[in-house]
């Protein structure tokens, strides 16, 4: 009996015509419907950025995009890029935790504690100066359940921080660690 090479076997006329079209109808053409969707089939495989977060909360509203953030399971990176300290995420905060659920406010209050030696005048930029209870100085520089070298580096790089704007927000940051002492 002759065997034909594998290659061979697996691509015949039929199947290969028949994995064409299931590529054709998998990978639409670029300016389809479905690859411009918010999040959509395609869009969903490229890398979450903070510039396409922020395009999206422009766009869409910041519920929408809490909403698309909950059902893709990707709060977690947006939490590890806060808590490392980036910028540009921090600054997404104001307007993504109002919509976020409690749950989820609060672990983003805990990236944002921990940001705070690493990038205090961003965590500085966005906290609240009429102190509220999400965004206030004095609930995210508050050390709770943070390890004991946390606070004397928080309260470094606060005092580093010299800004004329970051003055009440400074200040609260650093009344909410002093009570702790």
Do not use: Y
Not at 49 to 75: F, K, N, P
């Amino acid at each position: 009996m002759i065997r034909r090479p594998l290659l061979a076997r697996l691509f015949t006329p039929l199947r290969l015509a028949l994995l064409l079209t299931s590529m054709v109808l998998t990978f639409p053409a670029v300016g389809a419907e479905a690859v411009t969707t918010a999040f959509g089939p395609l869009e969903a495989a490229q890398p979450l950025t903070a510039r396409g977060l922020a395009e999206r909360i422009r766009q869409d509203g910041a519920h929408e995009v809490a909403r698309i953030l909950t059902r893709d399971r990707e709060w977690a990176r947006v939490r590890r890029a806060v808590a490392a300290g980036w910028e540009n995420w921090i600054a997404l905060l104001p307007d993504l935790m109002p919509a976020a659920d409690p749950a989820t406010g609060r672990s983003l209050q805990v990236a944002l504690r921990r940001a705070l030696p690493r990038n205090p005048r961003a965590v500085l930029s966005i906290l609240d100066r009429k102190n509220s209870n999400q965004l206030g100085g004095r609930t995210i520089c508050a050390p709770a359940a943070e390890p004991a070298s946390w606070r004397p580096r928080a309260l470094t790089a606060i005092r580093a921080v010299h800004d004329i704007h970051l003055i009440d927000q400074g200040a609260d940051c650093m009344r909410a660690l002093e009570e702790q002492s």
